[in-house]
């Protein structure tokens, strides 16, 4: 169980990384542990004090082994950038988008993890491009953690010099604005992605994710015609919370902005012989 928000973590987490081929995981990796205390603090303020214990272990467990990620990303040369955003904000269809288009330019490795509670079908869209994908089913937690990506990593291979990269590995988090804000993976920049139907003031309400985001992706702006959405005042909600991070309008549709985007993944990747 996961203290930071009460989803469960420690049993129920599979990884699929390809079709007929299921590894069940079942780890106990979130042991919480009972701490008597001697004072005398009211039950209320034990299971309080208790939460924040948890909490923090959790935290810097996961902050430990995102800092392996990282560490294992860098040694070879691989960018790996987390998307995160609300359900449905297009994750996996500019994914696809960006796929095609990367494909064409050649050269450059790509693996996507895949985050979300139930299912394969975001992983299955992915292979359909003919990269590789690996599918993490967290069960009832709503944000993937660094173990999990690290497990979801010795499954693609990559990610581990020499047969790994360099290049690219796409971690689509699991559809929540709130939780996987907390949560380091060891990637080299959270993305938010935003969709112009969301309305404008997500940035607002919601402002860890924004704060944790070094690139905010507009998404769905060929949708603006017939939406009551201002899509500047969308961009100042942002800057309010996130004045650092970069901003691009894109629609993942019709493929308007993305060469904008591919241009960012580029510069952010480690320069490479290939390209
Ligand atoms: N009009 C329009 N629709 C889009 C765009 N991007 C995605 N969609 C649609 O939005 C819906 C959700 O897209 P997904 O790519 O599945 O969104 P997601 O963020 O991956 O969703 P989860 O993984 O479930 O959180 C689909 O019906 C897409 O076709 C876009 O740029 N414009
Ligand atoms: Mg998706
Ligand atoms: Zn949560
Ligand atoms: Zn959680």
Known sequence: MCATCGC??????????DPGHQHQHQHEHEHEHEHEH????TP????????VV???????????????????FQASGVLALNLVSSPGSGKTTLLVATIERLLRRGGIPIAVIEGDQQTSLDAQRIRAT????????????????????????????????PEGGPGVVFIENVGNLVCPAAFDLGEAHKVAVLSVTEGE????????????????????????????????????????????????????????????WI?????????????
């Open 54 to 72: 948890v909490e923090r272990d959790l935290l810097a467990r996961n902050d430990e082994q995102a800092h392996r990620n990282r560490e294992r």
């Open 201 to 260: 003031d997500k940035p607002a309400k919601y402002p860890a994710m924004f704060r944790a985001a070094d690139l905010v992706v507009i998404n769905k702006c060929d949708l603006l015609p017939y939406l009551d959405v201002n899509v500047a005042l969308i961009e100042e909600h942002i800057a309010a919370v996130a004045a650092d991070a970069q901003v691009l309008r894109v629609s993942a549709t019709t493929g308007e902005g993305l060469d904008a």
């Open 8 to 17: 469960g973590t420690s049993g129920g987490v599979t990884i699929t990384a």
């Open 130 to 161: 003919g990269v590789p994908a690996v599918q993490i089913n967290t069960g009832s937690a709503c944000h993937l953690d660094a173990d999990m990506v690290d497990r979801a990593l010795d499954h693609l291979g990559m990610g581990e010099a």
């Open 263 to 275: 241009d960012w993944i580029l510069a952010a990747s480690p320069p490479t012989d290939a390209r």
């Open 44 to 51: 209320a303020q034990a299971r309080e004090q208790r939460r």
């Open 38 to 41: 001697k004072h005398t603090p």
